[in-house]
């Protein structure tokens, strides 16, 4: 895990791997509902050199979910890929599932407003 170069820590080794996600983690401190919480794995899927041994843009699927103090939560997946190249134009495909529930308190009530992003 250290590059032999510099000595510093190096997981470029591991996120080139089958394996390899990356966790991010996000604090949550907006007021309308409370401190929380944003996590999620993010996986990379390098692609190979084009014929011309340029670079290519890697698949990126994302897992994760949300919290909040006053009960605000939520979980979310999806990929960012290059699914078609043709040419000079590439296709890019971003679909994302999403569950979400937010409870707000309006600035002059203390009654929760709440909404949701699926019917029920």
């Not at 394996?19 to 949550?28: A, K, R, T």
């Not at 190249?85 to 002059?108: C, D, H, I, K, S």
């Amino acid at each position: 895990m250290l590059d032999p170069h510099d000595g510093w820590l190096d997981v470029s080794g591991f996120l080139d791997s089958v394996y390899g996600f990356v966790p991010v983690i996000v604090p949550i401190t907006e007021p309308a509902v409370g401190y929380g919480a944003a996590g999620a794995l993010v996986f990379i899927d390098r692609k190979p050199p084009d014929s011309q041994g340029r670079y290519q843009r890697p698949n990126i699927t994302a897992v994760g979910g949300l919290c909040t103090e006053n009960g605000t939560h939520g979980l979310f997946a999806g990929p960012a890929a290059v699914t078609a190249e043709a040419g000079p134009v590439n296709w890019r495909t971003g679909v994302t599932l999403q569950y979400r529930t937010a409870t707000m308190r309006a600035p002059q009530s203390d009654q929760p407003c709440r909404r949701h992003a699926l019917p029920r």
